[in-house]
């Protein structure tokens, strides 16, 4: 079994740690809030202060952080895992949505501590994570992925190995492009037919069943035709938009565009304008409801 590192205790990071912990792994943890990792304790988890005391002697360095921020501040702040006593060989293994540029730079500074680098972006909600049944998109050698794969097995359903180091964020982030436009085509859809008359449980029946429907559409269109969203919060339009930031940034940058990408973030702008940024994407059809409202006085 191996010496893990898990840092960042959020919605994701909590049941990732849970698995490898179900998996029978040693696992140190850290989170900024060291609170919300409590519960890991019960299972065995050491809680550590700082990233560079979590990584200290770990086999394996996995994160699961917000953002650029977030990552940048866990692995190369003053106290980030990159600056104690790590052990050489081990890898480092960045799971967050975060961009291009900085799983680049992550990249090199792991290489420069003698640490193998993969990133290995996860698809699927904290329901899915919870469950151990992830998507992994891995980014690195052959040989980083194959040795990795047994411990990623305690969290994943598949392991898809999309190419060298940079590879799995990429597609991860050109594949939640795909998905925020889903949903905001979602939320434009409903909201019409319910502006137009047509019951929105009907709607939400047809999106689904029809060539429209999508997990993410048949999803969505659902939690908006009963106006029950999910609680807590599973993922932002806060979310969103920093997804679709790093997307249409990365797609614009191999030379593609992204007309639908932009006009999907600012569709999602919409609900941060009216303070609803916080809420679940699904919650975009209230903030374009306020939106039509206007216009109409
Ligand atoms: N939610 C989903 O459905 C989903 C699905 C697939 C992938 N993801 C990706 O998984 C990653 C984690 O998402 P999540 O849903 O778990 O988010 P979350 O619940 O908001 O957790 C965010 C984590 O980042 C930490 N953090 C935030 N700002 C920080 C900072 N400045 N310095 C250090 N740590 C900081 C938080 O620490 P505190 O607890 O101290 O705030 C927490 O550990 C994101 O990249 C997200 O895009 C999410």
């Not at 980083?144 to 898809?160: E, F, G, Q, T, Y």
Request: with cysteine; glycine share 10%.
């Amino acid at each position: 079994m191996a010496k893990i590192a898990f840092l960042g205790a959020g919605m994701m990071g909590l049941p990732i740690a849970r698995n490898f912990l179900r998996g029978g792994h040693d696992v140190n943890v850290y989170n900024r809030t060291l609170e919300k990792a409590r519960p890991l304790e019960a299972l065995g988890a050491v809680l550590a202060a700082t990233p560079k005391e979590a990584a200290a002697g770990a086999d394996l360095i996995f994160s699961s952080l917000i953002n650029d921020d977030a990552s940048r501040a866990t692995w190369s702040g003053p106290d980030g895992a990159l600056h104690g006593d790590v052990k050489p060989g081990a890898y480092a293994i960045e799971m967050s949505t975060v961009s291009l540029t900085w799983v680049a730079e992550l990249n090199a500074l792991a290489k420069s501590r003698d640490l193998h680098f993969l990133d290995c972006p996860v698809a699927g909600r904290p329901d899915v994570a919870e469950s151990g049944q992830l998507k992994v998109f891995a980014g690195g050698s052959a040989s980083d992925v194959d040795a990795i794969r047994p411990v990623l097995a305690a969290i994943s359903k598949s392991v898809m190995h999309v190419g060298d180091v940079g590879s799995g964020i990429t597609f991860k982030l050109i594949y939640n492009t795909m998905g925020a436009i889903q949903v905001a085509a979602c939320a434009e859809g409903m909201q019409a037919c319910e502006a137009a008359g047509i019951d929105i449980a009907v709607a939400a029946e047809g999106f689904a069943t029809g060539a429209t429907g999508s997990p993410h559409v048949a999803r969505h269109s659902r939690y908006m035709a009963e106006n029950s969203h999910e609680d807590p919060v599973q993922f932002s339009g806060n979310n969103r938009i920093k997804d679709l930031a790093y997307g249409i940034g990365l797609i614009e940058d191999v030379g593609g565009q992204s007309v639908i990408g932009h006009a999907a973030k600012r569709v999602y702008e919409q609900m941060v304008e009216l303070g609803m940024g916080d809420l679940n994407d699904s919650e975009l059809i209230d903030a374009l409801r306020v939106v039509h409202k206007k216009d109409r006085a």
